[in-house]
C-alpha cells in the first residue's frame, strides 16, 4: 500500500522556525564578535571562540535554510 | 485534390480483385462509425461488430489506416464492448501493433489488435475502436482576412477501409455548426443540423474506399504547441514546483493582410482567432506565475476550489492564424499530494501531458528532476515514450541532481494519464543541505578566529610593536585582576546571606562552614594576586594605571578584614545570646565602613573597566 511521503516539518511552520533560529543564530554570532573584540591576546580561549562559532553556525544554517525554504526557494 | 482521391479510388479496388484474403475468415457484420470535428482534434469512434465466419480460430483482427491519415495518427486503442445497449462497458484496452501484412495493397497501414479471446467459427465480438488524428484538418482557403471564418477541408471515405467484407455501416460526421460549404453526396448521405450522415451500405467488399470531402466552418481555437518542456522538480522540503515552457501557434488559416486592433476591438472582428486560454491546475497549487522573456504577464486569473485550481490565461496579442507566442507557467504542488512511498521505494506520480484543453502538442518533453541522491531510477508510463537521463544543478547542490526525462510526439488530451518515476532516496539525504549551509557559516567564523590569531607584523622588533605586546599583557593581568576581585566581591555576598540567615535559623555551624569555605577561597585569591601584581608593578607600561590597581586591591582587603571583623562579632554575640538589637549596635560602625568601601571598589572597577 502505497503511503504519501510528506515534508519533515510542516510547511506552515518554516517562517516562525527560520525567525526564531536566524534570531538565536544572530545572538550567539553578537555574542562571538564582542567576545573576539573585547578578549586580548593573552586571555582569548580557542575552545571557546570554537564552540561559540560552532552554536552560531548550526542556528544560522538551519536558521537560513528554512528562510529559504520559506522564500519559495525549495532547495 | 479530387483526381487524386479517385485514383485512390481505383488503386483500392483494382488491389482488392487481385488480393486473395488470407484473413477473408472474418466479416465485420456492422460497423458504426463516429467522426468528430467539433474541434482542431479529429476523432473517430467506431463500434464494430467481428464475426468469424471461416472454420480456423482467429485471434487477431487488422485495421487498415491509410498512410495519409497514419502520419497523423496520434491516439489509437481498441477495447471489447461487453454490455448491450444502455449498460454498455468496456474492459481494459486491448494490445495493438503495427504490422507489416504482406501481399496487402500499398499506401495502407495495418494495425493488429489481438481479441481478448480467441474467435470460434461462428463467434462474434463487439469491439470500440478510438482513433484520434492532428493536423488533419486543412484549412481552405489557407489565407483569410481578419474578418473571414475559417474553413476546413476533411477528407475521408464514406465506406470503412478494411480489409475484411463489411455487411453494414454507417458514418457519422459531427461540425461545429450548421453552416457546411459543401459535403460529397453520395447515394444515402444527408446532412441534419450539425450531422452528416452517410448509410446505411450493405455487403461492402474488403478494401473498399469511397473518397468523401467535407468543406465546413470551424472557428474553434487551433491551439499548437510546437514545443512544451514541462520541468517537475520535487524537493523533499515539502514542495513539487512545475515549470512548463511553451511555444504555441494558432494552426489555423494564416491571416492574410494585416491585422486591426480598432475593427478587433469595436466590431468583434476576428471570430478564428482566440483570445484566452484556460488551464486546470491540480487542486491546491500555490505560486501560481505566468510570464515571458518581458516579464510578469498580467492578464491572467486564477480561482480554485477544493477539487481544482483554474488558471485563465492572455496572450499578450490575440492569436490569429500562423501567429507565436510563448510564455511560461509556474506553480507549486503540495509534496503529500503526488509523493508516495510503497516497498521501501518512493515515487511521484504525476500527469503527463499539457493541462489545458484541447491542445495538440508536437513535441512534448516532460523533465522530472529528482532530489540529489536518488538512486534505483525506473519509470513506468503507460504508452511508448522516448526516455533519457540528465543531470540538473539547482541550489545546494553537489553532485547534481538526476533528471528523467521523457519525450513524445503528437501528443493529445487523451495523454493526460499518470505516471510514475520510482527511485530509492535516504531521507538523512535531506540534512545534506543544512550541513553545507552550516559548514559555510562556520568557515566564515574560523576565518574571523584566524584573523584574530594572526600577528601581522612586519617587523616584530620595534620599540612600539614591543610596546604593544607589554600593553596587551598589561591589560590582561588587569583584566584577571578584575576577575578576582569579582569572584572575592561574590563571596563577601555569601557570607552575608548566611549571616542574614543565622538568626532566622539558627544554625551557626553552617555559617561558620561557609566563613571556613571563603577563608580557603580568599587564601588562595591572594597568591593569584601577589604574582599578578609583582607583574603589574616591574611593567614600564602599567605606571599609569598601578595606582588605581594597588588601591583596588588594598580597598578590597580592608573589606576583607571588615567583614571577617563583622562576621566573628556576630556569630560570637549570637552564642553569647545577646538581643538583636544589641547585635546591630556593635556591628552598625562596621557595617558603615563596609558600605563606604564596596562603594570604593565599584567606582575602582568601573574605572578599570573603562581603560
Redesign the interface.
Given at each position: 500500500?502505497?503511503?504519501?511521503?510528506?515534508?519533515?516539518?510542516a510547511?506552515e511552520w518554516y517562517p516562525v522556525q527560520a525567525f526564531f533560529l536566524i534570531a538565536v543564530g544572530l545572538a550567539v554570532t553578537a555574542y562571538?564578535?564582542i567576545y573576539?573584540a573585547t578578549s586580548?591576546?593573552?586571555?582569548?580561549k580557542?575552545s571557546t571562540?570554537?564552540s561559540?562559532?560552532?552554536v552560531?553556525?548550526?542556528f544560522?544554517?538551519?536558521g537560513?535554510?528554512f528562510l529559504?525554504?520559506s522564500s519559495?526557494?525549495?532547495? | 485534390m479530387a483526381f487524386r482521391f479517385a485514383c485512390m479510388h481505383f488503386l483500392f479496388f483494382s488491389i482488392a480483385i487481385f488480393w486473395s484474403s488470407a484473413s477473408a475468415d472474418l466479416v465485420l457484420s456492422k460497423v458504426d462509425r463516429r467522426i468528430d470535428l467539433t474541434s482542431h482534434i479529429v476523432r473517430v469512434s467506431s463500434s464494430i461488430k467481428v464475426e468469424n465466419a471461416g472454420s480456423a480460430k482467429v485471434s487477431e483482427l487488422l485495421l487498415a489506416v491509410p498512410d495519409f491519415q497514419a502520419k497523423h495518427l496520434a491516439y489509437l486503442s481498441a477495447s471489447n464492448n461487453e454490455g448491450k445497449g444502455k449498460t454498455k462497458r468496456s474492459s481494459s484496452p486491448l494490445p495493438i501493433e503495427i504490422v507489416q501484412a504482406d501481399g496487402m495493397p500499398p499506401n495502407l497501414t495495418f494495425y493488429s489488435v489481438s481479441l481478448p479471446k480467441e474467435l470460434e467459427k461462428g463467434d462474434n465480438l463487439l469491439l470500440d475502436v478510438f482513433s484520434v488524428f492532428t493536423h488533419l484538418l486543412q484549412p481552405f482557403p489557407e489565407e483569410i482576412t481578419q474578418a473571414d471564418i475559417q474553413l476546413l477541408l476533411f477528407q475521408d471515405s464514406a465506406l470503412y477501409l478494411s480489409p475484411y467484407e463489411v455487411k453494414f455501416q454507417s458514418l457519422t460526421v459531427t461540425v461545429p455548426s450548421p453552416r457546411v460549404e459543401s459535403f460529397t453526396k453520395l447515394p444515402n448521405s444527408k446532412i441534419v443540423d450539425k450531422e452528416i450522415k452517410y448509410g446505411p451500405y450493405e455487403n461492402v467488399p474488403s478494401f473498399s474506399y469511397n473518397p468523401i470531402i467535407i468543406h465546413f466552418e470551424n472557428n474553434q481555437p487551433f491551439v499548437v504547441a510546437q514545443e512544451l518542456v514541462r520541468e517537475i522538480?520535487i524537493?523533499?522540503?515539502?514542495?513539487i514546483?512545475i515549470t512548463e515552457n511553451y511555444n504555441l501557434i494558432h494552426g489555423g488559416a494564416h491571416l492574410k493582410g494585416g491585422f486591426s486592433r480598432f475593427e478587433y476591438q469595436t466590431r468583434g472582428r476576428g471570430v478564428s482567432s482566440f483570445r484566452y486560454l484556460n488551464v486546470r491546475l491540480p487542486p491546491r497549487a500555490h505560486?501560481v506565475y505566468y510570464r515571458d522573456h518581458i516579464g510578469n504577464i498580467s492578464t491572467s486569473h486564477l480561482w480554485g476550489d477544493s477539487r481544482k485550481t483554474e488558471l485563465e490565461i492572455e496572450p499578450r496579442y490575440p492569436m490569429f492564424g500562423g501567429w507565436h507566442t510563448s510564455f511560461t507557467i509556474g506553480y507549486?504542488l503540495?509534496?503529500?499530494?503526488f509523493?508516495?512511498?510503497?516497498e521501501g521505494k518512493?515515487?511521484i506520480n504525476f500527469s503527463f501531458g499539457c493541462p489545458m484543453d484541447e491542445v495538440v502538442i508536437d513535441n512534448l518533453i516532460v523533465k522530472v528532476a529528482l532530489p540529489e541522491g536518488s538512486k534505483d531510477i525506473s519509470v513506468s508510463v503507460p504508452f511508448p515514450t522516448k526516455q533519457w537521463q540528465e543531470v540538473k544543478y539547482?541550489?545546494?547542490d553537489v553532485t547534481g541532481r538526476p533528471v528523467v526525462v521523457l519525450q513524445k510526439n503528437n501528443v493529445i488530451p487523451e495523454y493526460n494519464q499518470y505516471f510514475q518515476v520510482y527511485y530509492k532516496f535516504n531521507?538523512l539525504a535531506?540534512l545534506q543541505?543544512?550541513?553545507m549551509?552550516?559548514?559555510?557559516?562556520?568557515l566564515?567564523?574560523?576565518t574571523?578566529?584566524v584573523y584574530?590569531?594572526t600577528d601581522l607584523s612586519i617587523s616584530r622588533s620595534t620599540p612600539s610593536y614591543l610596546a604593544k605586546l607589554q600593553l596587551?599583557?598589561v591589560?590582561?593581568t588587569v583584566?584577571?585582576i578584575q576577575k578576582i576581585i569579582y569572584q572575592c566581591l561574590s563571596i563577601h555576598d555569601k557570607l552575608d546571606a548566611s549571616l542574614q540567615e543565622m538568626p532566622r535559623t539558627g544554625d551557626v555551624q553552617t555559617c561558620k562552614a561557609v566563613r571556613k569555605a571563603a577563608d580557603a577561597s580568599f587564601k588562595e585569591h591572594v597568591k593569584e594576586l601577589t604574582t599578578l601584581l609583582g607583574f603589574l608593578q616591574s611593567s614600564p607600561q602599567a605606571t599609569s594605571i598601578w595606582p588605581k590597581v594597588a588601591e583596588l586591591v588594598s580597598k578590597e582587603k580592608e573589606m576583607q578584614e571588615k567583614l571577617m571583623l563583622k562576621h566573628t562579632t556576630i556569630v560570637d554575640s549570637y552564642e553569647k545570646k545577646s538581643s538583636g538589637r544589641d547585635i546591630e549596635n556593635r556591628v552598625a560602625g562596621i557595617q558603615q565602613k563596609l558600605t563606604s568601601l564596596r562603594q570604593d571598589v565599584d567606582d575602582l572597577l568601573d574605572f578599570l573597566d573603562n581603560i
Open positions: 500500500m502505497a503511503t504519501a511521503i510528506s515534508s519533515p516539518v510547511v562571538f564578535f573576539e586580548t591576546r593573552k586571555s582569548r580557542l571562540e570554537l561559540a562559532a560552532l552560531a553556525s548550526v544560522l544554517g538551519f537560513t535554510l529559504l525554504l519559495g526557494v525549495y532547495v | 522538480e524537493s523533499h522540503w515539502g514542495n514546483q505560486s507549486g503540495p509534496l503529500q499530494d509523493l508516495f512511498q510503497s518512493r515515487f539547482s541550489h545546494l531521507s535531506l543541505e543544512p550541513c549551509l552550516i559548514v559555510g557559516f562556520f566564515l567564523f574560523v574571523c578566529i584574530m590569531h596587551e599583557e591589560q590582561a583584566q584577571q
